[in-house]
């Protein structure tokens, strides 16, 4: 798979993505990242990539030719042409379903906004899908995308030790995940229950498909009704 992400604040994206599951997936070559600066794009001395809004109003606008160049620029790095994510408060909610579907795109673009938002005319000429991460605003797009790429990647094949790494999470398949214990046996009075130490495999899964109900059904009943749809 590959990944590009455009944006104002590379460092940001780099930072976050060459630490941990992803960082070490990078090294193994099982996905290809790269980040692009949109200034680098803008034919203003100043490397000036906003503008006031027409009609008035406050903040900044991001103009939409720095960024269609930079997304021209990766058509021709990566000779395909990718599936672009804009990251927006517009968007459709991010769920791990969203993210199952998303995993299936082998060169995918994430677009990072700032400042107010970006013309809506880039939105109209080149974005695939728009993308939130939840009911709320933060000031760029940077670490929204972190989010969904992690999600994506932590899927690949080789991302994780084993497939059960993922599939039995929360939110997989609509449920959350049961309750997780490690050493000591007995903390301040409280056991680990008795089929954890049982030995007995097919207790042990049956009693983590329960537990995974009861969890889903104490914390996210919306989930239950949301998998009958």
Not at 6 to 17: A, D, G, K, N, R
Not at 38 to 64: L, T, V
Not at 79 to 104: D, E, R, W, Y
Not at 115 to 140: K, W
């Amino acid at each position: 798979m590959t990944i590009d992400i455009m944006t104002l604040f590379p460092e940001i994206c780099e930072t976050v993505l060459n630490l941990g599951v992803i960082g070490r997936g990078i090294k193994k070559g099982l996905v290809d990242i790269k980040y692009h600066q949109i200034r680098d794009f803008s034919d203003n001395k100043y490397r000036r990539i906003d503008d006031a809004p027409y009609g008035g109003g406050g903040g900044m606008i991001m103009s939409a030719e720095p960024i269609y160049k930079c997304f021209e620029h990766i058509k021709s790095l990566r000779n395909k042409h990718p599936f672009l994510v804009f990251m927006s408060p517009k968007g459709k909610i991010l769920t791990q379903n969203l993210a199952k579907s998303l995993k299936k795109h082998e060169n995918i673009v994430f677009l990072c906004g700032r400042y107010e938002g970006v013309d809506e005319r880039i939105i109209e000429e080149i974005v695939d899908l728009q993308v939130s991460i939840g009911d709320y605003v933060v000031s760029g797009g940077e670490l929204p995308a972190m989010i969904v790429i992690d999600a994506i990647l932590r899927m690949l094949p080789g991302m994780l030790p084993s497939e059960e790494n993922f599939t039995n999470e929360s939110h997989y398949n609509n449920q959350l995940e049961g309750p997780q214990y490690t050493r000591p046996r007995i903390w301040h009075g409280q056991k680990v229950p008795e089929v954890l130490t049982s030995g007995d495999h097919a207790k042990i899964k049956k009693w983590r498909e329960h537990q995974s109900l009861i969890h889903t059904f104490k914390y996210r009943p919306d989930l239950l009704d949301s998998s009958r749809e």
